[in-house]
């Protein structure tokens, strides 16, 4: 099960944090201090996993963002890995060629489309196709 | 950017176009003040503020929100926005409750029944956005609220796929929260496994995990998934990536249904009917088939998309651990990715590996590849990837193989990465002495071992050594010659004197006629490294120089000297002081026979499991966090000087880890002391639905347990009662590598003015030494009843940095409570004469444990009063009485607990003399069974 999902820069702005644990907010806060510290110091040869407390960080940088997925220990390290993946690729499609400025003008729909690909911290939707299918349809609501 | 009409809300653009600008931090905070008085305003003044503008705002309030700012107000304005009729405006006003509403809003209803009107309209959008908004906040009521609703939109033959998708997440989500509250229909089953079936792969790869979660709560009502899982896996693994158009990745075709199938079977063991089986067998062949074929792309996300599937498989394989073929092409598979390129294959090999080397189908050809995992601990630049390796050498360990093993496991601990070493150690200590044909071989790699990692060395290490000698006769003149010799060496870890001088106290006699190691020899040579350690090893060297003066009596009066002089007859250590006073005087007054006696070679230890293997299982459950309530630290260890293996620390410790105590973060909401009690820690353990039996009130029903723990301080607490006071003891576990000093404990009462407890706390050591535990001891006086708990305060440095804990301290009422016993008449006596409507309270509420009698019956004895038989005419029914004890009166309590088996129901009532006292223990009890 996924615990969070945390879109962080080099720097350690957050720029996209969804939670599927009720953690308080200070608790969040020191979490998504201790994954960034984690995170950053590792180079492109190490692994794209790192256990984290009683959890593990399933991460991949893409640019000056780190995309990290904390699941349960025993979770398929590869499937979420690509499930960064996939999440990003549809990210991209989305705001056509997305960059971290996107990210935050546009912070609220970045849940929209979390919600369509993960929901209760499980992979709800893997199609690219028809993800954006429903974003399409949503952006064109009033 | 997507086309973005009526929605584009430019004043929030503008916002934070603004925000980014900001050059300082004050100067972001005055924007975001000036912002926060505008909305505020417009809020208040304008009353027509039309839907744009109320999300307009409401989204700036999230976005200061998200920046890390409190918000409180715009909550009413966020729940207006649910009931509009545009889509834009309602998702921002479920985002802004999803993302900032606690549970505890008082206006929880109104935004359950903005759910409800959203879930039962016919717009599939609007119903998608309530769904995804219960299950992002899912909590208890939302739970009970929608228990028919979201099964019922589930099964139904109308909703579409996307909504399907939702409620079985949302179903999940409800379900994890609150299993108790969601009861599904059992007419349901067969329709909701058969959603695995859905044409739709997105709805089945939705349904899985909710299938998934309700298998591990029910796994019989759900074996018919075995069968459809297994259909559905072979449909997508024999097909080519082209018939999947929508759900093909990088030539892959579901990979991640797939690996959610795979891992459902695992729930199970392999199918009995031979149909299936042979079926489950085919589809895994052709998963470890296909990853000999060429790759069809070079991108990374092809062969990931295609390794995830396999590694499942692999998984279910070593789960099922009975096709042997299957489990040795896995191995192979494996060792192929042992050299890949990619280092997170190699990891990912490690780890699986680890798991086939415990089957015994897979032993041997795991035990091949020994050559490369060593190499990978030598050349890794990824210490994970180390440590996997030598997680993988622990494994495959054998006897035919343990020398080389150990030997290289030593040679790398020279060079090994600090965070892995204790580790290491452990694994050292555990296979020499598991695989140790000659125990001489033991020795020395032990004493290797403190050599070169003494700081590393754990006291079950070192106290297992002595355990060893002093069972095996045939190995303590060996010991005691290489002890000698590990003394002469100009630096010695403490560890290697400590364990040094225990083995030369005991056997040194031994040795004693070799003209190089006299018992002058001996003792003076240990007597050079007295000065430089630490006081519990000079405790524990003066016991050796006592044993000394039975075995060689030659030396005697050196040694009364030594107990004599001022550094340890007027040491400021207390322990010191008192053993060298107690030692000589023992030494002047008592006979040859009699010392003999007193001071006799220790007695073999009873053979029990290795208490190295308990320290390594404890340091492990940080692995299983998912499945077990166990214990997520390392244990905390008392500096002492013998090897007694156990003390209170460990005591508590262990009760805790049977009791399964760990309050998971998870639960939160049913749980409202974990967060009052306990904010500032860091959970150690943030783990999830543990099944095992517990409690999240501390200290409620024992009269030992932990009751505070983050990464680097356990609490302990002991309690004994004696009418209406309570003499405790507080243990201080320091579970870090550090010393923590300046520590500072107090407690405060809820009310100072009118105070309800007399609080005495012994002052306490300010300083607690590394992976020590230092002890308080108190008085808690009840001077009447209370509700409200004290305040626990502590500061201290770590590292120089200040830390500072607070919590509420669980000493309840129930710790005045003095049992009764009493005859039915007597009970039913006093029962009537408390018939006032303030001396009665009674509860109902839902089991929240399995409902067992005998536990039920130990929480109440364990309450504090008593359980009395054959009072109340039904057996299954608990009566009891007790008297809780103020320091000014005497309250009587009787009470009677009926279960209801069928309803998974309680009822409590109690009765006490004292007005307000049973409504408060009542309130204690309630949701504890």
Request: a neutral charge; one cysteine or more.
């Amino acid at each position: 099960m996924i615990r969070f999902i945390l879109i962080q820069n080099r720097a350690g702005k957050t720029r996209l944090a969804k939670w599927f644990m009720n953690f308080h907010d200070d608790e969040k806060q020191k979490l998504i201090e201790e994954v960034h510290a984690l995170v950053t110091v590792r180079d492109a040869k190490h692994t794209n996993f790192v256990e984290f407390r009683n959890f593990k960080i399933v991460y991949r940088r893409y640019a000056g963002l780190y995309f990290c997925i904390c699941v349960d220990v025993n979770d398929n390290n590869l499937a979420y890995l690509e499930a960064i993946h996939n999440f990003v690729e549809v990210l991209n499609e989305f705001f056509h060629n997305v960059c971290e400025l996107d990210l935050v003008f546009n912070f609220y729909k970045v849940y929209s489309v979390v919600d369509e690909m993960f929901l209760a911290g499980e992979i709800r939707e893997t199609s690219q196709i028809k993800v954006l299918k429903q974003l399409t349809t949503l952006t064109s609501l009033e | 950017m997507p086309n973005m009409r009526g929605d584009a809300m430019r004043g929030l653009a503008v916002f934070i176009s603004d925000i980014r600008n900001c050059k300082s931090r004050e100067a972001e905070l005055r924007r975001i003040n000036k912002e926060l008085t505008n909305i505020r305003q417009r809020f208040r003044a304008d009353k027509t503020l039309d839907g744009y503008q109320k999300k307009k705002y409401v989204c700036k309030l999230l976005f200061i929100f998200l920046l890390g700012h409190d918000i409180d107000f715009g909550y009413m304005e966020a729940v207006n926005l649910l009931s509009s009729n545009k889509y834009t405006e309602k998702q921002i006003g479920y985002l802004f409750i999803s993302v900032i509403m606690n549970s505890s809003s008082d206006m929880k209803q109104l935004i359950i029944q903005n759910i409800r009107n959203d879930i039962q309209s016919r717009n599939p959008i609007f119903i998608n956005l309530a769904l995804q908004c219960v299950a992002n906040i899912g909590d208890r009521e939302m739970a009970t609220a929608f228990t028919n609703d979201i099964p019922r939109l589930l099964v139904s033959g109308d909703t579409i796929d996307p909504v399907k998708q939702s409620a079985a997440l949302c179903l999940l989500k409800l379900h994890r929260t609150s299993p108790e509250s969601l009861q599904l229909n059992t007419e349901w089953t067969a329709r909701i496994i058969h959603l695995l079936n859905d044409q739709h792969l997105g709805v089945a790869t939705a349904a899985v995990s909710l299938i998934d979660a309700l298998v591990k709560r029910s796994p019989d009502e759900y074996k018919g998934c075995v069968n459809l899982a297994v259909s559905r896996l072979s449909r997508i693994v024999t097909s080519s990536y082209t018939d999947f158009q929508d759900y093909t990745y990088y030539f892959v075709p579901a990979p991640w249904l797939c690996v959610k199938l795979l891992r459902l079977l695992e729930n199970y063991p392999p199918p009995e009917d031979p149909s299936i089986r042979s079926r489950l067998n085919e589809c895994l062949d052709t998963i470890l088939n296909k990853a000999q074929e060429p790759l069809k792309s070079k991108k990374v996300q092809h062969s990931n998309a295609r390794n995830a599937v396999l590694f499942e498989a692999i998984n279910l394989i070593i789960h099922m651990d009975c096709e042997s073929s299957l489990l040795v092409r896995a191995c192979n598979q494996l060792g192929q990715f042992l050299q890949n390129r990619e280092t997170n294959l190699r990891y990912l090999a490690l780890e699986s590996m680890c798991l086939l080397a415990a089957s015994e189908f897979s032993h041997e050809a795991v035990k091949k590849h020994q050559e490369t995992v060593i190499n990978a601990l030598k050349s890794e630049r990824d210490v994970s990837v180390r440590q996997r390796a030598v997680d993988l050498l622990y494994a495959m360990c054998d006897r035919s193989n343990a020398e080389d093993i150990v030997q290289e496991m030593l040679t790398y601990l020279e060079t090994a990465d600090y965070t892995i070493r204790e580790e290491m150690v452990l694994k050292i200590a555990i296979l020499s002495e598991k695989y140790a044909v000659d125990y001489k071989w033991y020795l020395d790699i032990m004493l290797k071992l403190i050599r070169i990692a003494g700081d590393f060395v754990s006291e079950e290490v070192w106290y297992r050594v002595i355990q060893v000698v002093v069972n095996r006769a045939d190995v303590q003149s060996y010991a005691a010659k290489i002890a000698f010799e590990a003394l002469q060496a100009p630096a010695c870890h403490e560890n290697m004197i400590k364990v040094a001088g225990y083995i030369l106290g005991e056997y040194g006699n031994l040795i004693a006629l070799d003209p190089r190691s006299t018992p002058m020899i001996q003792f003076e040579l240990l007597h050079t490294k007295y000065h430089l350690c630490s006081p519990t090893t000079r405790s524990l060297i003066l016991s050796t120089y006592m044993k000394f003066i039975n075995l060689f009596p030659e030396i005697k009066l050196h040694i009364q000297e030594i107990l004599r002089h001022d550094s340890n007859y007027r040491s400021s250590d207390v322990e010191i002081q008192q053993r060298a006073t107690e030692y000589l005087r023992l030494s002047e007054i008592c006979s040859p026979t009699v010392l003999a006696t007193v001071l006799e070679i220790m007695p073999p230890y009873p053979e029990k499991q290795s208490p190295l293997l308990v320290r390594l299982k404890q340091k492990k459950p940080l692995m299983e966090a998912d499945t077990s309530g166990e214990l997520s630290t390392a244990p905390i260890s008392q500096s002492d000087d013998g090897p007694k293996l156990t003390d209170t620390a460990m005591h508590l410790h262990q009760q805790q880890q049977q009791n399964g105590l760990l309050v998971s973060l998870d639960t939160t909401e049913s749980n409202g002391h974990y967060e009052t009690s306990a904010s500032s820690s860091l959970p150690s353990s943030f783990s999830s639905s543990s099944t095992a039996l517990q409690t999240n009130k501390k200290f409620l029903f024992k009269n030992s347990d932990i009751i505070f723990e983050n990464d680097i301080l356990q609490i302990g607490i002991k309690g004994e009662p004696k009418k209406s006071v309570l003499h405790v003891e507080f243990y201080y576990g320091n579970k870090t590598n550090f010393n923590l000093t300046n520590l500072s404990a107090s407690i405060s009462l809820a009310d100072e003015l009118d105070p309800e407890l007399r609080i005495h706390m012994e002052p306490v050591q300010t300083t607690i030494d590394p992976r020590a535990q230092i002890k308080q001891m108190g008085t808690i006086e009840c001077l009447k009843d209370y509700r409200d708990l004290p305040k626990m305060s502590l500061s201290f440095f770590y590292s120089n940095v200040p830390q500072k804990i607070d919590f509420l301290l669980p000493v309840y009422l129930n710790k005045f409570i003095e049992k009764a016993e009493m005859d039915s008449n007597n009970y039913f006596l006093r029962w009537r004469n408390l018939d006032k409507p303030d001396q009665e309270c009674q509860k109902i509420f839902a089991a929240k444990f399995p409902m067992s009698h005998d536990a039920c019956g130990q929480k109440l004895e364990g309450f504090g009063w008593s359980n009395l038989h054959n009072i109340d005419v039904n057996a299954d029914n608990f009566c009891g009485a007790g008297i809780f004890h103020t320091s000014a009166q005497q309250v009587g309590c009787l009470y009677r607990l009926e279960p209801n088996k069928q309803a998974k129901m309680y009822r409590l009532t109690i009765r006490a003399s004292k007005a307000g006292v049973a409504s408060h223990l009542a309130e204690l009890l309630e949701d504890q069974f």
